[in-house]
């Protein structure tokens, strides 16, 4: 990745540290339209299906996720989620793979 800047985005840096093995794990199950999960406290990557992991999201958030997920496939990018319990946060991402 390495293109991103991190100074505004404490999350982003964690992102960049891991992003072969993001690479890596979304393109192993990529024909199964996942997303990418890291989680901080555990630096884990892991690989969900959107569509069963959109489901579980808010209200909310549920219809403006599935949209922007369709945008992303079209766009050749990957969505990854940030989940901190920490600071309660799960925020997510979405970044070009090339």
């Given amino acids: 990745m390495g293109r991103l800047p991190s100074e505004a985005d404490p999350y982003l840096e964690k992102l960049d540290e891991h992003w072969g093995a993001i690479v890596v794990m979304y393109r192993a199950f990529q024909e199964r339209e996942p997303v990418i999960e890291f989680d901080v406290a555990s630096g884990k990557v892991l690989?969900?299906?959107?569509?069963?992991?959109?489901?579980?999201?808010?209200?909310?958030?549920?219809?403006?996720?599935?949209?922007?997920?369709?945008?992303?496939?079209?766009?050749?990018?990957?969505?990854?989620?940030?989940?901190?319990?920490?600071?309660?946060?799960?925020?997510?991402?979405?970044?070009?793979?090339a």
């Fill in 47 to 97: 690989v969900f299906s959107a569509r069963d992991y959109i489901e579980e999201l808010t209200d909310r958030t549920r219809e403006r996720t599935r949209k922007q997920y369709r945008k992303t496939l079209d766009e050749g990018s990957v969505m990854v989620f940030v989940r901190d319990e920490a600071k309660q946060v799960l925020m997510s991402y979405v970044i070009p793979l």
